[in-house]
């Protein structure tokens, strides 16, 4: 009897599980063809990638560079608002990837502290980039993307 009860619960969570996921495959299914373009895809690649970075840059960037991304003027350079970061995409990107020391000017001040390699994997220095272009008023025409960075050489 016992064994009947089993057998006859499991049928019934496995059809459950069964048609949960049906529905969701008609949904995901539904969305792309909503969405359609190539151009929603990637907006919300975008935003995956900002929230990814938001969490590398909190416990990786923050202690230097500041919440609010303005650093500590003359030790840590700005990334809010950097004309350093906006103007030299490929070095920001080998910067992040292979850290950066010597001297810098950053927004007319000069810095000449280290920033050591961060040890983060191509698509971390994407997805932080993402989150440091598009944040405190900066803003980017194109997404970084971890077959950019993979192409960044030292
Ligand atoms: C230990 C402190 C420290 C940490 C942690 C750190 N940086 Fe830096 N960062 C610096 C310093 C110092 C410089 C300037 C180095 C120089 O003088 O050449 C710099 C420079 C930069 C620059 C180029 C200059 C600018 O301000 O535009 C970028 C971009 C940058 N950091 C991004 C990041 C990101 C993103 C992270 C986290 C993944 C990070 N940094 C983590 C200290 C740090």
């Given at each position: 009897?016992?064994?009947?009860?089993?057998?006859?619960?499991?049928?019934?969570?496995?059809v459950g599980c069964n048609s949960g996921d049906k529905k969701t495959e008609a949904k995901i299914d539904n969305s792309i063809k909503i969405g359609g373009a190539k151009t929603s895809a990637s907006k919300s690649d975008?935003?995956?990638?900002?929230?990814?970075?938001?969490?590398?840059?909190?416990?990786?960037?923050?202690?230097?560079?500041?919440?609010?991304?303005?650093?500590?003027?003359?030790?840590?350079?700005?990334?809010?608002?950097?004309?350093?970061?906006?103007?030299?995409?490929?070095?920001?990107?080998?910067?992040?990837?292979?850290?950066?020391?010597?001297?810098?000017?950053?927004?007319?001040?000069?810095?000449?502290?280290?920033?050591?390699?961060?040890?983060?994997?191509?698509?971390?220095?994407?997805?932080?980039?993402?989150?440091?272009?598009?944040?405190?008023?900066?803003?980017?025409?194109?997404?970084?993307?971890?077959?950019?960075?993979?192409?960044?050489?030292?």
């Amino acid at each position: 009897m016992y064994k009947f009860f089993l057998v006859a619960f499991m049928t019934v969570a496995l059809v459950g599980c069964n048609s949960g996921d049906k529905k969701t495959e008609a949904k995901i299914d539904n969305s792309i063809k909503i969405g359609g373009a190539k151009t929603s895809a990637s907006k919300s690649d975008l935003k995956a990638s900002i929230a990814r970075g938001t969490k590398v840059y909190n416990s990786v960037c923050m202690v230097c560079h500041m919440p609010n991304g303005k650093g500590v003027t003359g030790t840590f350079p700005p990334l809010a608002g950097s004309d350093w970061l906006i103007n030299n995409r490929e070095g920001s990107i080998r910067s992040v990837k292979y850290g950066q020391q010597g001297e810098i000017v950053v927004n007319d001040v000069t810095y000449n502290g280290v920033m050591a390699p961060l040890g983060l994997s191509d698509k971390e220095v994407a997805d932080v980039l993402n989150y440091v272009m598009n944040s405190w008023g900066n803003t980017q025409d194109k997404m970084v993307t971890e077959q950019e960075v993979a192409a960044v050489k030292k």
